[in-house]
T-cell receptor
C-alpha cells in the first residue's frame, strides 16, 4: 500500500530556530507539492516540483522558507528562522502527470504539525 | 485565475439522513479537473474522486454520489444514509489543465453526523 510519508509528525520549537520537514513521495510519482493548512487561510500551496525541478513556489515566503528535492525519494521544506505565525500543519502530496496529459489526483502525507513558540 | 467556493462552512445532520455538499468553481481553462477530498478528525487528507471537465456523467460509489453540472459550474457531493464515520471536513478542489497538477482548494465544509 503505497503512501506518502512525512517526518516529523509533530514539531515544537522556539522562535528563531530552524525547522526542516521531510517528505518521501510515492515511488514513481513525478510531482511533489507542499501545502500549509491553518484555520484562517485554509489549504495554501507553498511549492510544486515536477521531475524534481521547482515549478512554482510563489506561495512561499522566500525570505525564510526554502523547498528542495535532493533526489526523487526526498523532498524537504525548511524554515529559517521560524516565527510563531508559521505554526500550522504542513502537508506534502505527490502525484503523476501534469504535463500535456491528465492532471491526476494528489495523494497526501499525514502532515507535520508545527508549533513555534 | 481559479477559484473554488464551498458556501456551506458547517453542516449538521442526524445519522441516516442524506446530505449534499455544494461546490462551485471558476476557471478560464476549457479543460480542467475537479476533486473531492475528505479530512477526518485524524487530520489526513483522503482522495475521494477526480472528474474531468469533458465527462459530465454523474458518478456513484456506494453511498457517495457526485453531480457535475458544467452549465452551473458546480460539482456537488451527496452522501446517502449518512453515518457517524462520515463526520469530517470535505474539500472540493480544481486543477486547470494549464496549471499542471496544481490544486486550488475550497474552504471546506465541516460535516457533523450525529447518532
Amino acid at each position: 500500500d503505497a503512501r506518502v510519508t512525512q517526518t516529523p509528525r509533530h514539531k515544537v520549537t522556539e522562535m528563531g530556530q530552524e525547522v526542516t520537514m521531510r517528505c518521501q513521495p510515492i515511488l514513481g510519482h513525478n510531482t511533489v507539492f507542499w501545502y500549509r493548512q491553518t484555520m484562517m487561510q485554509g489549504l495554501e500551496l507553498l511549492a510544486y516540483f515536477r521531475n524534481r525541478a521547482p515549478l512554482d513556489d510563489s506561495g512561499m515566503p522566500k525570505d525564510r522558507f526554502s523547498a528542495e528535492m535532493p533526489d526523487a525519494t526526498l523532498a524537504t521544506l525548511k524554515i529559517q528562522p521560524s516565527e510563531p505565525r508559521d505554526s500550522a500543519v504542513y502537508f506534502c502530496a505527490s502525484g503523476s502527470g501534469g504535463t500535456s496529459g491528465t492532471n491526476n489526483e494528489q495523494f497526501f502525507g499525514p502532515g507535520t504539525r508545527l508549533t513555534v513558540l | 485565475a481559479q477559484k473554488v467556493t464551498q458556501a456551506q462552512t458547517e453542516i449538521s445532520v442526524v445519522e441516516k439522513e442524506d446530505v449534499t455538499l455544494d461546490c462551485v468553481y471558476e476557471t478560464r481553462d476549457t479543460t480542467y479537473y475537479l476533486f473531492w477530498y475528505k479530512q477526518p478528525p485524524s487530520g489526513e487528507l483522503v482522495f475521494l474522486i477526480r472528474r474531468n471537465s469533458f465527462d459530465e456523467q454523474n458518478e456513484i460509489s456506494g453511498r457517495y454520489s457526485w453531480n457535475f453540472q458544467k452549465s452551473t459550474s458546480s460539482f456537488n457531493f451527496t452522501i446517502t444514509a449518512s453515518q457517524v464515520v462520515d463526520s469530517a471536513v470535505y474539500f472540493c478542489a480544481l486543477s486547470g489543465h494549464n496549471a499542471g497538477n496544481m490544486l486550488t482548494f475550497g474552504g471546506g465544509t465541516r460535516l457533523m453526523v450525529k447518532p
